[in-house]
């Protein structure tokens, strides 16, 4: 059994997955049991497409909220937190801590693609 080498490490959106699985379904006809699983999970929780997906990255980014990192923004495009106890909770899983009225531009900036 061949051991595969890690290139790199990207972190993505639910929308980009959907984009890639579109791709491979395209190139493969069909997916696999997993991916077959995935594909019924990104169509259920997609909120956006790839197009406002980077809009509101780019966003979120021209922010400059210090240790703000892209799997963070990654999950609050994800969730998309209406509410700044929302977004508090997305954030307790990592060792990151933002002012409130840091949280609150965040929150404004989701807000029109909520």
């Known amino acids: 059994m061949t051991k595969p080498n890690v290139l790199g490490q990207q972190s993505l959106t639910i929308a980009e997955v959907a984009e890639d699985l579109a791709a491979i379904k395209k190139r493969d006809v ?25 809009e509101l990255r780019e966003k979120l980014n021209a922010l400059n909220v210090p240790r703000l990192k892209d799997v963070h923004i990654n999950k609050i495009i994800d969730i998309m937190p209406k509410h700044l106890e929302e977004l508090k909770v997305i954030l307790q899983a990592y060792t990151i801590t933002i002012k409130d009225d840091q949280l609150k531009t965040i929150l404004d900036t989701v807000a029109p693609y909520a």
Request: hydrophobic share 30%; glycine share 8%; proline share 0%.
């Open 30 to 54: 069909n997916l696999t049991f997993r991916g077959g699983k995935v594909e019924e999970y990104v169509k259920q929780f997609s909120k956006l497409n790839t197009k406002k997906v980077h």
